[in-house]
């Protein structure tokens, strides 16, 4: 069989929260998809910050070590652009273009899109990337071919006209129902909408060019909803992501995979299906064998983190298929608000006082008795052992992956701008930052 091309699918801020989770959000495109393709349940982004989380996918390593701790809208940068797998996929004959989002480089051209490498650059207007997208399904593209297709949605701002009745809407797992957050909720669910409708049309393209057969179409998020205590948040809520797969054997059958994997996977995946040495770098491991009924589990535990989002939040965890390890190297006595996006949730939490709430240094939880992460189990004795393990866990690998924050603040590149961990939105004053610190 000739190679499959790759339909890489992205949306902003989406967790898991979409209708095939079986979640009340009408997303009925993604449903077929899953439908025809497999779900992963239990699927986990490296870093629940945008800029990050696909740099780790699409190099196949932590964030750190692709070497991007921030975002790439405050100057944060790919360390290595030969990195990223369409540099692996253009030697075995892929033709690369990208439509709308990559948020892996800045505006100007010298680290911007087009440092990226894509063979066609289609637009960078998250508007025009579904209409791209078509174009060039349309245009009998060279084959095999890797499209990469980023949506805005459903980053904020969420719409506020729409049918959408904020009653009958239940928020997610971890907030209050309050009327406030339920009509934040609405929003979100409106622009779930366009978004699964954005992705059915151009799917729909796929099908109507006779490219469906030989293509895997990929979908995911780079992390949870852009709600209070999920996005920029180590808990499930904020590393937990919707990962759809359809294509060729063994991409199909409406199967369900309840083993965990991690974006770091895909890469080696890929590697795999098409028969490709992977690069030295990869840390994850191929997808396939779980497919193909091979194996039960790929990985025992997995691993992510958080540096630079509006502002410097230095977290790490470690996850077990049962138990969730969180630690925080920064002592706070109150929460990093510039890192929760502004909007009626997060009102809703400030009103009710959450900005005096200090987070705690380290957190162990249950994820099987506790799966909305709640009870933090680290200063209970009976866990001990527990938290004795998962800290082991993760100081191995955060030694075996050389991250910059066992020697104290993880530098900014230069350039790169921050809002102060002390301000209260990321809407606030920017300031240059060298090594954790704002530089005012």
């Not at 992977?278 to 025992?300: F, H, N, T």
């Not at 300031?431 to 530089?439: H, L, T, V």
Request: aromatic share 8%; hydrophobic share 40%.
């Amino acid at each position: 069989m000739s190679k499959p091309n790759i339909l890489y699918l992205h949306s902003h801020d989406s967790g898991r929260y979409l209708q095939p989770y079986g979640h009340a959000v009408p997303t009925p495109n993604l449903q077929r998809l899953a439908e025809d393709g497999v779900i992963f349940r239990r699927a986990f982004c490296a870093a629940p910050t945008c800029s990050p989380s696909r740099a780790a996918l699409l190099t196949g390593q932590s964030a750190h070590n692709a070497g991007m701790t921030g975002l790439a809208n405050r100057n944060f940068v790919l360390g290595d652009f030969r990195q990223h797998i369409i540099h692996m996929l253009h030697p075995a004959g892929y033709t690369s273009a990208l439509a709308g989002i990559q948020h892996l480089a800045g505006a100007t051209v010298d680290r911007g899109a087009e440092a990226i490498g894509y063979d066609q650059i289609l637009t960078t207007d998250h508007r025009e990337a579904h209409t791209a997208a078509i174009d060039f399904i349309e245009s009998a593209p060279p084959q095999p071919f890797f499209l990469a297709v980023g949506f805005f949605e459903t980053h904020r701002d969420f719409p506020v006209e729409h049918d959408v009745n904020p009653n009958f809407v239940l928020p997610p797992a971890p907030l209050p129902d309050t009327p406030a957050i339920r009509r934040d909720m609405a929003n979100y669910i409106a622009m779930a909408q366009t978004l699964d409708d954005k992705i059915g049309r151009v799917l729909v393209a796929l099908d109507e060019n006779g490219l469906r057969e030989n293509t895997l179409v990929i979908y995911t998020t780079d992390h949870g909803l852009a709600f209070p205590g999920m996005k920029c948040n180590l808990t499930d809520h904020g590393i937990g992501v919707a990962l759809i797969m359809r294509g060729p054997a063994p991409f199909g059958g409406g199967q369900a995979v309840d083993a965990m994997v991690s974006h770091i996977d895909i890469f080696p995946t890929l590697c795999d299906l098409l028969e490709i040495e992977g690069p030295p770098w990869l840390q994850g491991y191929s997808m396939l064998p779980l497919l193909r009924g091979e194996v039960d589990a790929i990985r025992d535990e997995l691993f992510a983190e958080v540096n630079y989002h509006a502002a410097y939040e230095p977290q790490r965890a470690a996850r077990s298929d049962r138990f969730k390890y969180i630690r925080r190297y920064a002592d706070r006595a109150s929460p990093v608000l510039p890192n929760i996006d502004d909007g009626l949730s997060k009102d809703d939490y400030l009103a009710h006082g959450f900005a005096v709430r200090a987070p705690a240094s380290e957190q162990l939880y249950d994820t099987y008795f506790d799966p909305v992460e709640s009870v933090n189990l680290a200063g209970e004795s009976g866990y001990a052992p527990v938290l004795q393990e998962m800290r082991a866990r993760l100081d191995r690998w955060m030694r075996s992956t050389d991250d910059p924050l066992l020697a104290g603040p993880v530098p900014a590149q230069p350039g790169a701008v921050a809002n102060d961990p002390d301000g209260d939105s990321p809407r606030g004053p920017l300031f240059s930052i060298e090594a954790g610190e704002i530089q005012k």
